[in-house]
T-cell receptor, first 113, second 114 residues
Framework: QQQVKQSPQSLIVQKGGISIINCAYENTAFDYFPWYQQFPGKGPALLIAIRPDVSEKKEGRFTISFNKSAKQFSLHIMDSQPGDSATYFCAASTGSSASKIIFGSGTRLSIRP | EAGVAQSPRYKIIEKRQSVAFWCNPISGHATLYWYQQILGQGPKLLIQFQNNGVVDDSQLPKDRFSAERLKGVDSTLKIQPAKLEDSAVYLC????????????FGPGTRLTVL
């Protein structure tokens, strides 16, 4: 029940296309859903995050779509660029200082020029 | 604003040896996390500190791993004795409050156990 399942494991998208990564969770107590981006040799960095009181959040080319009833959320990268090539992790946690954050297994995204 | 600092960046040891990693979080961040990231997997939380108290260490292999956060600032993670399966990147992160806020990650320490 503590797992966050992420798919696909890897994704290749043409430059200018839309990249879509999906995550699903079981624990209905989760109420904070961040996406982290990780480049080789670097630590993950927060890309965008959403709380379940909204169904969508957009920041530039990055959009999170959230479906509370289905317990799913996804990351959409519009107009994908070669610089977006990285590993993306979804995560989930509860809204307390004592909570634990659970990361998905990651999606390696490659944008072809 | 300085980021999360970790050292060393790389470490190669033989099995059964001991190793220690150091982390200096962002100033003012109350929560510090140690993660283990095995190649091709997402980060797995090992231990979470709130100031200098342990909030969660349920996934820390306590027979060989130990961690401390002295004075609620710097932290060290130790492995003694190391096993082959401990080969991974060890990430330190900090956040102003808890996990429902942005975590800032350090560059990690890549450990290879031979």
């Amino acid at each position: 029940q503590q797992q966050v399942k992420q798919s696909p494991q890897s994704l290749i998208v043409q430059k200018g296309g839309i990249s879509i990564i999906n995550c699903a969770y079981e624990n209905t107590a989760f109420d904070y859903f961040p996406w982290y981006q990780q480049f080789p040799g670097k630590g993950p960095a927060l890309l965008i995050a959403i709380r379940p009181d909204v169904s969508e959040k957009k920041e530039g080319r990055f959009t999170i779509s959230f479906n509370k009833s289905a317990k799913q959320f996804s990351l959409h990268i519009m107009d994908s660029q070669p610089g977006d090539s990285a590993t993306y992790f979804c995560a989930a946690s509860t809204g307390s200082s004592a909570s634990k954050i659970i990361f998905g297994s990651g999606t390696r995204l490659s944008i072809r020029p | 604003e300085a980021g999360v600092a970790q050292s060393p960046r790389y470490k190669i040891i033989e099995k059964r040896q001991s190793v220690a990693f150091w982390c200096n979080p962002i100033s003012g961040h109350a929560t510090l996390y140690w993660y283990q990231q095995i190649l091709g997997q997402g980060p797995k939380l090992l231990i979470q500190f709130q100031n200098n108290g342990v909030v969660d260490d349920s996934q820390l292999p306590k027979d060989r791993f130990s961690a401390e956060r002295l004075k609620g600032v710097d932290s060290t993670l130790k492995i003694q004795p190391a096993k082959l399966e401990d080969s991974a990147v060890y990430l330190c992160a900090s956040s102003f409050t808890g996990p429902d806020n942005e975590q800032f990650f350090g560059p990690g320490t890549r450990l290879t156990v031979l």
